[in-house]
C-alpha cells in the first residue's frame, strides 16, 4: 500500500499553510510571543521543526535528556516568558529576573509593574491554571504506563451511561486505583524531580482523574457517537475511522485503547479503529487496516499515515480496507487557517458526497460555531451538536496567551451525515 502525505519542511519555518496542526501552533505561538516556538525547540534540543517532525515520526533519535531533573526543568522553562509584555528571557533588561505568580505557580513577570498591570485578567483564570500546572506534570505518568488506570465493567447498558457521573457510579470509587499511583516509585520520581513542591494528596488524587478523564473521552465520545448513528455492534462487526488523527493520539497508543468499547457493549460482533492522518507517529498500532471482518468481542485497531482522502484512494477504493461504519475526528482545526482547511477539504468533501455518518469534536463552543459555519457553506446535512457530556474534566492552557480561558477536549461535537436536503438548501437560497 502506498503511503503519500505533504513531504516535510526542509527548515524551521512555521506558517499557517500546512497541513500539519502542529506546524501550525508553532505558527500560532510566534504570532503572540514572537521567538517562543524556537525556545522551546531549542529546550527540546532540536534546530527546527523538520527535526522535531522527524523525531515525532521516529525517523530520528527522539528527545532525550540528562535525568529527569533536566526533563522537568526544560519543559517548565518553555513556559517562562512575561506574561504581561511577552518578553522572552533572554530580552529582559539587566537586573530582570522572570517570578512565577506564587498562586497558580504557571504564569511569569518580568516586573512587579506586569504583574499588577496583568492581574485584572489574570485573577480569571489563576486558580484553574494551578491545576493545568500540576496536570502538566501529572501527565508524564501516562509515558510511564500508570495512566490510564484500568477500569470495570459495566453494570449499566450503554444507552443508560449518558454522562460522566452516571460512568463513575460504575467504577465503585476510583480511591484504590488513585491511591496504588500516588505511593508508586513514578510518582516518586517525578515530584522529586519536578520544578515545584509537590501538591497535596488532593490535588494530586483529582490531577489523576482529570488525565484519566481526557483519555476515556476520547473512546466514550465514539460510543457516543455510535449510538447516536443508530449502529447496532451486536448485529454485525463495526469499522470506524479517525480521520486527522495526530501525534496526540498516537505517540505512545497501545492496542488496548480503545478495550473500553467492550465494556460499553459487551459481546459485541468486533470493533475496528483505523486511526488515519499525516502526524499518525508509529508504534505497535502502525499495521494493516482489516480486509474482512475482525475478531468477535475485540476491539482491533491500526493506523495508516497520510491524509484522509489520499487514505480513501489508495486503501479503501482498491478494497484493502473495509469502507467505515462511522468517521470520527477530534479537533480536525479546520476553522484554525486557511493551510488546514485545505487540507481538510477534499476530505469533508468525500464524507458528504459518500453519505458516511460523520462527529467532529471541537475545544469551544466558538470553536464550534465557527465549525459549523465552514460545514454548512459545503452544504453538509447538520443532525446535531452541541456540549458533549464526554468532556475531557483537564483544563488546557492556550500556552502563549495563558490568560485566555482555559479549553477542554472533546467539549463540543457537531454529527453530520450527507448532504443537505434539497428543500433545506432552498430555504437558505438569497431571498432568505
Known sequence: MASHFPALEQSYAPGTDSVFSDQSGFYSLDSNVPG????????LNMKDYSEYRSAVEGKTRGISFRNYKEMFQKMEETFKFCTGCNKLPEHLAEGEILKRCVKCLNVYYCTKDCQKKDWPQHKKVCKTLRLVAIDRLSEWLMFTGDLPFPTEKWSKSAAEVKTWD????????????????????????LWKNASRPRPDEADLRQSLWRIQSEFLSRVLTVGM????????????????HLAGASHSETMGARLTDYDELNH?????QGIEIVMVGPEVVDGPIMRPPLRAFGPRQRVYISAYKALYHQFWEDVVEKEEAVRPDLVVGFHPGFHANQGLLQGWLPTLLLLRDYSIPSLFTMYSELELKYSLQILLELEMHIRDNGSNPFTSQKPEQVQACPNKPPVYCNSHYICFHGLLPREDLEDQGPDN
Do not use: C, E
Open 264 to 268: 460499553m457493549f459487551p459481546g459485541h
Open 225 to 240: 457517537a455510535i449510538k447516536y448513528f443508530g449502529l447496532d455492534p451486536y448485529a454485525k462487526p463495526i469499522t470506524i
Open 36 to 43: 517562543l516556538s524556537k525556545v522551546i525547540l531549542n529546550k
Open 166 to 189: 452516571d460512568w463513575l457510579a460504575m467504577q465503585g470509587g476510583l480511591s484504590s486505583r488513585v491511591d496504588a499511583i500516588l505511593s508508586g516509585a513514578n510518582t516518586a520520581t
